[in-house]
């Protein structure tokens, strides 16, 4: 029985599945090369009709991906520019040494249909020779999501000395900025009118003057997600992050704070709106200083319902084995300032099991609101910690209190800023406790 083969499918239904087999081009590893040949080359490589159809599809082109590295480089970037015509793009370029500052101008003609961009950088340049110059002048009426990481040998270094400047006759409808390894001007007011989603990574303030970040913060009025891969080393003077629609967090603070150091950085975001807050580097002290208190003095948190904390070090913190630096608070359950709470994670933090005995111990009071308690600690404590929760949960059982879900994994080494929320390259399978 026959019946029909490829080369009789219709062009539409042709064109559907190079879209259906197209790679994403948001996939978190863009900064390196796809291992993988692209759909609409290997189509439009199978015969006269496949390359006729494929070819003249310019949406199949609109997925722009290049190492701007010299030979064949530069006709696959000219020839995805030509077959896309004038389809909105999405374009990744990747430098290497190799790199030669003509070839980057090629993009800049078509800058008037670029939606999303990412640029890696591997490569320390002089400025007017580097991929980034011939964006610095220009606008990008289209533009909606922009990335630009400096990378060496697949690791993200110290940021190179300088301010990044990009765009700067306007991006009016870019929505997402990530800026990795550089930092930013102290105003932006061609690029941050729609801007809900902002990231600043890797230390690019090697000495923060945090009021700098503040002022960036203010000229994103819809901003939504903020992501400060950067170190608190100080409480903000005389200013406040004022961010009322803010609804995701994301920052770090130094290793060596006090118990309150915690709850003054947190007390200078202004977020009310705020449902999730990520905090990288905290101790179980100032963990347990910030839910003892019945309030903070300037801000409120009515909308959190998910608080992580992670100690991103890869070894443990040396907290554990000094008994002087044990919390002395007692944590409120359910604690005041997040009166809304429902999602609790504890990442390779020091006293976790004092911790979780304040939160869901026999001596604690119900929690009603708490759904999910998620732990990560490191092999040589995962026996005791799993015996804290079986007494936990034995306790609260004969009682005939309920409990939430406590996911208990252990973590691998090393952690990291970038990736211990990853649970598929840093834990094993967890146990679960109700």
Not at 176 to 185: A, E, N, T, V
Not at 187 to 210: F, K, V
Not at 398 to 426: T, V
């Amino acid at each position: 029985m026959s019946g029909p083969t490829i080369s009789s499918l219709p062009n539409e239904l042709l064109i559907a599945i190079a879209v259906a087999g197209q790679e994403d081009n948001e996939a978190e590893n863009w900064e390196t090369q796809s291992t993988t040949w692209k759909v609409e080359w290997i189509l439009s490589q199978l015969s006269q009709r496949f390359r006729d159809v494929i070819v003249g599809a310019s949406e199949l082109w609109a997925l722009i991906e290049t190492d701007v590295s010299g030979k064949g480089s530069v006709e696959i970037l000219e020839l995805y520019l030509e077959r896309s015509r004038a389809s909105k793009i999405s374009v990744t370029l990747r430098e290497s040494p190799a790199f030669q500052q003509n070839w980057a101008h090629q993009i800049v003609p078509h800058l008037d249909r670029i939606k999303e961009l990412r640029i890696a950088l591997r490569t320390r340049r002089a400025p007017g020779l580097g991929l980034l110059d011939p964006f610095c002048d220009v606008a990008a009426p289209h533009l909606q999501h922009f990335e630009v990481a400096y990378i060496t040998n697949e690791h993200h270094l110290n940021a190179p000395e300088g301010v990044i400047t990009i765009f700067s006759s306007g991006a009016p409808r870019l929505r997402f900025l990530k800026i990795d390894g550089f930092r930013l001007p102290d105003t932006l007011p061609l690029l941050t009118a729609s801007l809900t989603h902002l990231e600043l990574r890797t230390a690019q303030y090697r000495n923060p003057q945090i009021d700098h970040i503040v002022a960036i913060a203010a000229q994103c009025p819809l901003l939504v997600r903020l992501h400060l891969d950067i170190t608190f080393r100080s409480i903000p003077h005389n200013r406040r992050f004022h961010i009322p629609p803010l609804k995701f967090l994301h920052i770090s603070i130094s290793e060596t704070g006090d118990p309150d150091f915690l709850s003054k950085i947190i007390d200078s975001f202004d977020t009310p709106a705020l449902t999730e807050l990520v905090v990288d580097s905290s101790h179980g002290d100032q963990i347990a200083h910030l839910l003892s208190l019945t309030s903070l003095p300037r801000s409120s948190f009515p909308a959190l319902t998910s608080l992580s904390f992670a100690f991103v070090r890869s070894d443990s913190c040396p907290c554990e084995t000094d008994p002087r630096l044990a919390p002395n608070h007692t944590i409120l359950s359910p604690p005041a300032i997040f009166p809304a709470l429902s999602h609790l994670t504890l990442i390779n933090q020091c006293y976790t099991s004092r911790l979780i005995r304040d939160i869901v111990g026999p001596a604690s009071e119900p929690w009603p609101l708490l759904k999910a308690v998620t732990l990560f600690v490191k092999e040589p404590l995962f026996a005791a910690m799993r015996d804290t929760i079986d007494h936990a949960v034995r306790s609260k059982r004969k009682r005939g209190q309920s409990l939430p879900k406590i996911q208990l994994s252990r973590a691998r080494s090393p952690l990291g800023p970038r990736n211990w929320n990853s649970a598929d390259g840093e834990t094993t399978d967890g146990e679960i406790f109700w």
